[in-house]
């Protein structure tokens, strides 16, 4: 396709999430808060290695899809049913979750939900990239009878065939940039034009949604909701609640507050050959560890909260500083991607939140928890502190500077939302 088809698409109305993308996105949350609750059934380094991997394979379709509805709105009934079809993948996938490893037919059930998930995916993508889908369907399909033929596997061999997966995903995007082309004679440029046609306040919205909604369902609902089960609502208890959700309500500030108006505002300048590896980089390699943290930080908060006063396990308290290091650590390569600042703060704070784990194996969890709060609203000040005063978070919108910036990056429409 030629070159010059896709170069405004920067310049485009933006379009916002549908409620029935919301709704897919919270079927597909339910995988993570499944997760979490495998985690927390047995917090050992073996299974957070298979949550991990099984993760890593889920996100890599929800980011397809979330980048396939970015392209082809669910405007029209035949596109809703199908979307609603692959919603139901998702949804036999999240049922297989907890047995998916060493259960030979939940395993296969999930191969084949993960199958009919690529498939409806693939269906959908031909209304944008036409026959240039084979380049995705082809090794996705391969990567879902992979981990099909997983299923029945054993040991060494099943979780082989699941980092084949992996490896045939993260294959795709360099297959679908130069292969497509050599039969019509188009170049690599004018396939990452087409690839980087991103609508930026749907693609950011679409992310930062899922990220609350991953915060409500395992940090809240999960871990705290759960966590407490039928423990009395002792004063401790309601002060271990309240510091669980303090430490989430910090780190969704983390992201919120500036980074995700900033993003938004780096896709519009970024040119559009340039913004499919960016949206690769930003919210598929950077988001792994932050919605991976949450799943940790949850199942580390699910076991604490019945045992706030007592010195912890190992487990649990990695579980909760690991949980927050991964979080920010995402975060600040979310950061780094997008040439954002300043990182170091973000940086430092991770790895002081592994320090943290001496606080609960000799102390409490309840330690631990006032902790961490305290560490990443420290960061959030002294970050807030040495920021100039345009690049504040209430002077984005209202005060931008000379040049109509704040913090550098130029500002969103007044139709968007800031932070």
Request: proline content about 6%; glycine content about 10%; overall charge neutral.
């Amino acid at each position: 396709m030629p070159l010059q088809q896709f170069t405004g698409a920067e310049e485009e109305a933006d379009r916002r999430v549908t409620t029935l993308e919301l709704f897919f996105d919270l079927v597909f949350v339910f995988t993570l808060t499944q997760l979490t609750v495998l985690l927390a059934h047995d917090l050992t380094f073996a299974t957070a290695g298979r949550v991990a991997l099984i993760f890593v394979v889920l996100f890599w379709m929800y980011g397809a899809y979330a980048y396939l509805t970015n392209q082809v709105p669910p405007d029209r009934p035949a596109r809703r049913l199908l979307l609603l079809l692959g919603m139901g993948g998702f949804l036999v996938c999240a049922l297989a979750v907890p047995r998916a490893f060493g259960d030979a037919a939940a395993g296969t059930v999930f191969g084949l939900g993960y199958l009919l998930v690529v498939l409806v995916h693939s269906a959908l993508y031909t209304r944008s990239h036409g026959r240039d889908v084979i380049w995705y369907a082809i090794p996705n399909s391969a990567a879902a009878l992979s981990i099909t033929a997983a299923g029945p596997a054993e040991g060494i061999a099943a979780e082989g065939l699941w980092v084949l997966a992996l490896v045939l995903q993260f294959v795709t995007p360099y297959i679908s940039q130069y292969r497509p082309g050599r039969r019509d004679g188009r170049t690599p440029d004018d396939l990452r034009v087409q690839l980087g046609g991103i609508d930026a306040a749907h693609f950011v919205e679409r992310h930062g949604l899922l990220l609350i909604v991953a915060f409500g369902e395992s940090v809240i609902a999960i871990a705290i909701g759960i966590g407490i089960g039928d423990l009395p609502l002792t004063p401790g208890i309601f002060g271990g609640t309240f510091l669980a959700l303090a430490l989430a309500a910090a780190l969704w500030w983390t992201y919120f507050v500036r980074d995700e108006h900033a993003a938004e505002a780096v896709f519009r300048r970024t040119a559009p050959p340039d913004r499919f590896r960016l949206a690769m980089n930003a919210f598929y390699y950077c988001f792994l560890p932050m919605l991976l943290g949450i799943a940790a930080l949850a199942a580390g908060i699910k076991k604490v909260l019945g045992h706030l006063g007592e010195p912890l396990a190992t487990a649990p308290t990695v579980a909760l500083a690991g949980g927050v290091a991964l979080f920010l650590a995402g975060e600040t390569a979310f950061r780094a991607a997008l040439k954002l600042a300043p990182l170091r703060f973000r940086a430092v704070t991770a790895l002081l939140a592994v320090a943290t784990v001496p606080v609960g194996l000799r102390h409490s969890g309840l330690a631990q928890l006032i902790a961490l709060v305290v560490l990443v609203v420290a960061m959030l000040v002294v970050e807030h502190r040495s920021l100039p005063k345009a690049a504040h978070p209430e002077s984005d919108s209202r005060a931008p500077d000379g040049d109509g910036s704040a913090d550098g990056v130029p500002a969103a429409p007044s139709g968007r939302k800031g932070g």
